[in-house]
């Protein structure tokens, strides 16, 4: 309880493309790492962490964008400390490239790497420490999941993602999407709104 105190957590957005980006952070040590920054909104996550005084340690893509273009570059010329990391799968340019079972440490606090393709072969899971919650990017949306029918989408790879590395986390577990188009943003494992890839499908 202690640590889930520590943790600073906000869910931004960018209306163009729908994206969810978000901005956690160890509130003792002001570490912090920021998930799917965007293009468009990467002045605002910029002055927002200079706000709050953090040192932002990575900013992490969960997998190469086709809808939208990444903000790691423009984040990077004005924040320093700041790496970028992609899974090593994506083909994309980063400091970081990123394995299953690799660590992204901030303060007392790290995400761990579940890597699930099928959307893209560079699809990953950020899990938070103690499985709290978990950021799906486009592998699992809410009633939905990411296409399959273009840049290395495969249908049933994307099940055995969903299901292996992502519904094998507790059920209380809050996920939170890359996009949402209806104004949703969180779900659990087990709730009802988020819908099951059918295999093959």
């Known amino acids: 309880m202690g640590e889930t105190r520590q943790l600073f957590f906000r869910q931004l957005f960018e209306k163009e493309s729908f994206t969810y980006t978000y901005l956690l952070a160890d509130k003792s040590t002001k570490e912090a790492v920021i998930i799917d920054p965007v293009l468009e909104t990467a002045d605002r996550d910029v002055q927002l962490v200079k706000?709050?005084?953090?040192?932002?340690?990575?900013?992490?893509?969960?997998?190469?964008?086709?809808?939208?273009?990444?903000?790691?570059?423009?984040?990077?010329?004005?924040?320093?400390?700041?790496?970028?990391?992609i899974s090593k799968h994506s083909g994309a340019k980063a400091d970081i490239h990123l394995s299953e079972g690799d660590k992204i440490n901030f303060g007392q606090f790290f995400l761990s790497v579940r890597e699930t393709p099928g959307h893209t072969d560079g699809c990953i899971t950020l899990v938070l420490n103690d499985e709290s919650m978990a950021f799906t990017g486009d592998t699992l949306l809410i009633r939905g999941c990411g296409r399959t029918d273009f840049q290395q989408g495969s249908p049933?790879?994307?099940?055995?993602?969903v299901h292996s590395k992502i519904f094998t986390l507790p059920a209380e577990c809050i996920l939170y999407p890359a996009h949402d188009y209806k104004g949703r943003c969180k779900a659990t494992r087990s709730a009802p709104d988020i819908s099951v890839p059918s295999h093959g499908s």
Do not use: P, R
Request: glycine fraction near 8%.
């Open 51 to 85: 706000e709050l005084g953090f040192k932002l340690k990575t900013a992490v893509n969960t997998h190469c964008h086709a809808d939208h273009i990444t903000g790691t570059g423009v984040m990077k010329k004005k924040l320093d400390t700041m790496k970028s990391a």
């Open 156 to 161: 049933e790879k994307l099940y055995q993602s």
